[in-house]
C-alpha cells in the first residue's frame, strides 16, 4: 500500500481517497490511522490519498482544498467515513464533499458512519437514494465493501 499526503503532488489515479472529517486539534487521533491499519491488515495493495497534514502550521488553504479536489475527482473510490462528534469533529466540510461528489459519482462512492453518530440522518438518507446501498455503520465493514 502506498500513502500519499498533501504534501505529495497527485502525479497517478489512487485507488482509494480517505473522506471525512479530519481533526484539528493534535490531542484528538484520526479515525484515519485506523483506516490505514485495517487496509494494511488486509493486505491492500493500492494506493491511498490521506489529506491530512502532520503539522497544519502555515499551510496554504488553497493548496490543500485544490489537492483535496484534485485526489476525489481521479480517485477510483471515495471513501465517507463520518465519526461526527460534536464538537471536535463537526465534518461542515465532509457534509459538502459528500453531497457534491456523490451527485458527480455515485457509482465512485462508499459510505458509513458509527450509530451513535449526530446529525447524520440527510446523509443516509441521500446516499441510499443515489446508490440503493446502505451505510455500513463500522469502518471495518466500510473498507471491506471496498476490499
Not at 490521506?50 to 477510483?76: C, F, G, H
Not at 471513501?79 to 465534518?91: D, H, K, N, Q, S
Request: charged residues 20%.
Amino acid at each position: 500500500m502506498q500513502i500519499i499526503y498533501p504534501d505529495t503532488p497527485i502525479t497517478s489515479c489512487p485507488d482509494l481517497y480517505l473522506a471525512g472529517p479530519t481533526p484539528r486539534d493534535p490531542q484528538i487521533i484520526s479515525w484515519r490511522i485506523e483506516a490505514l491499519d485495517i487496509l494494511n491488515y488486509n493486505h491492500f495493495q493500492g494506493i491511498v490519498y490521506v489529506p491530512e497534514r502532520k503539522s497544519w502550521i502555515d499551510v496554504d488553504y488553497l493548496d490543500q482544498v485544490e489537492w483535496e479536489y484534485t485526489a476525489m475527482m481521479t480517485s477510483k473510490v471515495i471513501a465517507f467515513w463520518v465519526p461526527r462528534e460534536i464538537p471536535t469533529l463537526y465534518g461542515f466540510t465532509t457534509n459538502v464533499e459528500f453531497g457534491f461528489y456523490l451527485c458527480q459519482r455515485p457509482r465512485h462512492i462508499i459510505y458509513g458512519r458509527p450509530m451513535n453518530a449526530p446529525h447524520t440522518r440527510y446523509l443516509d438518507w441521500l446516499y441510499q437514494k443515489q446508490t440503493g446501498c446502505e451505510p455500513k455503520s463500522s469502518l471495518q465493514d466500510l473498507l471491506k465493501e471496498l476490499l
